[in-house]
């Protein structure tokens, strides 16, 4: 697969590692080889993937991002060894089929040879997965294991700034807290209703203010 073909595949703009607030964006960028990521919803895995994604093709380097791996066949895998990174996001979703394990297995074995990076993430540690496929099992616990932070009110409240701010526009940390507030905490959810904030801004052409937030979110 060319570098041209795999950049086909669309990476979220607003999900660079410049915007994760944590320690594990630091740690990822300095690894290579098999690179297990586990987290809970919501806790950043798929924007640590995508960063990692963006932060290759700044350097010129062939990646790809995959998500949704139930809508795909298992024979997408076949040859992505020939990339310089490959990230596959919640494996979960397909690490119970047959085929799947099979494919993913002969994947790991293929970037070690070829000296590339594989990253895959999941909602689940390492110990609590249960695989058939055995050699799959020894694979995956033999990789290098890394988690996503558990952030604080304080962090997320960075984490909500800094978004809007990639987005064009500005929200104080009083309109912040409100929406911390007000609404679930998960930064899964938070992002999204950053995204309904910067389509409303653009719409109304209206500065953030809490008044105008309960306005367009609903809170």
Same mark, same amino acid.
């Given at each position: 697969?060319?570098?041209?073909?795999?950049l086909?595949?669309?990476?979220?703009? @607003?999900?660079?590692?410049?915007?994760?607030?944590?320690?594990?964006?630091?740690?990822?960028? @300095?690894?290579?080889?098999?690179?297990?990521?586990?987290?809970?919803?919501?806790?950043?895995?798929?924007?640590?993937?995508?960063?990692?994604?963006?932060?290759?093709v700044?350097?010129?380097?062939s990646?790809?991002?995959?998500?949704?791996?139930?809508?795909?066949?298992?024979?997408?895998?076949?040859?992505?060894?020939?990339?310089?990174?490959?990230?596959?996001?919640?494996?979960?979703?397909?690490?119970?089929?047959a085929?799947?394990? =099979?494919?993913?297995?002969?994947?790991?074995?293929?970037?070690k040879?070829?000296?590339?990076?594989?990253?895959?993430?999941?909602?689940?540690?390492?110990?609590?997965?249960?695989?058939?496929?055995?050699?799959?099992?020894?694979?995956?616990?033999?990789?290098?294991?890394l988690?996503?932070?558990?952030?604080?009110?304080?962090?997320?409240?960075?984490v909500?700034? =800094?978004?809007?701010?990639?987005?064009?526009?500005?929200?104080?940390?009083?309109?912040? =807290?409100?929406?911390?507030?007000?609404? =679930?905490?998960?930064?899964?959810?938070?992002?999204?209703?950053?995204?309904?904030?910067?389509?409303?801004?653009?719409?109304?052409?209206?500065?953030?203010?809490?008044?105008?937030?309960?306005?367009?979110?609903?809170?």
């Open positions: 697969m060319t570098q041209q073909l795999a086909k595949f669309r990476l979220d703009d @607003h999900t660079r590692l410049d915007d994760y607030v944590g320690a594990t964006g630091s740690k990822l960028v @300095h690894l290579s080889g098999f690179i297990y990521l586990s987290g809970s919803k919501g806790s950043g895995k798929s924007h640590l993937l995508q960063g990692i994604c963006h932060r290759a700044s350097e010129g380097l990646t790809i991002y995959l998500n949704a791996l139930s809508l795909l066949e298992s024979g997408v895998l076949e040859g992505l060894e020939q990339l310089d990174l490959v990230c596959l996001d919640d494996v979960d979703d397909v690490l119970a089929l085929d799947w394990q =099979r494919a993913l297995f002969h994947l790991i074995n293929a970037v040879d070829a000296g590339s990076t594989l990253i895959v993430s999941s909602a689940h540690p390492v110990s609590t997965l249960k695989l058939e496929l055995g050699d799959l099992d020894s694979r995956i616990k033999g990789a290098y294991l988690s996503t932070d558990q952030l604080d009110d304080e962090q997320k409240l960075e909500v700034g =800094r978004k809007a701010r990639r987005r064009g526009f500005e929200m104080s940390e009083e309109v912040c =807290r409100f929406i911390l507030g007000r609404s =679930r905490r998960d930064m899964h959810h938070l992002a999204r209703l950053v995204d309904q904030l910067d389509e409303e801004t653009l719409r109304r052409q209206k500065k953030v203010t809490i008044p105008f937030v309960k306005a367009a979110l609903g809170l």
